[in-house]
């Protein structure tokens, strides 16, 4: 199983990024997914969820209307558009599918003017 996430970087107060995660090594097309994240001196927390077939999502209510987690399965790639980022959401992210134990390196998200 492979989890290899991109699109972190430095953004200012009210940007946005994407983030990618691109999957491998189990059927990605079946398995629900998953973006969490991780602060400094903080648990790690879920922030979006997406069904296998990307027709249900679920999202933390600090994201709501803000971030959007779709998929690709013919890619087998999940994304995390985040929009009106704040300070708060600086942390590591990581994708996860929910079937499995492994987890990616993560990509770091930095919100600050």
């Known amino acids: 199983v492979q989890l290899v996430e991109s699109g972190g970087g430095l953004v200012q107060p009210g940007g946005s990024l994407r983030l990618s995660c691109a999957a491998s090594?189990?059927?990605?097309?079946?398995?629900?997914m998953m973006w969490l994240r991780q602060a400094p001196g903080k648990e790690r927390e879920l922030v979006a969820a997406?069904?296998?077939?990307?027709?249900?999502?679920n999202y933390a209510d600090s994201v709501k209307g803000r971030f959007t987690i779709s998929r690709d399965n013919a890619k087998n790639t999940v994304y995390l558009q985040m929009n009106d980022l704040k300070p708060e959401d600086t942390a590591v992210y990581y994708c996860?599918?929910?079937?499995?134990?492994?987890w990616g390196q993560g990509t770091q998200v930095t919100v600050s003017s």
């Open positions: 090594g189990f059927t990605f097309r079946s398995s629900g």
């Open positions: 997406i069904s296998s077939g990307g027709r249900s999502t």
């Open positions: 996860k599918s929910n079937a499995l134990l492994d």
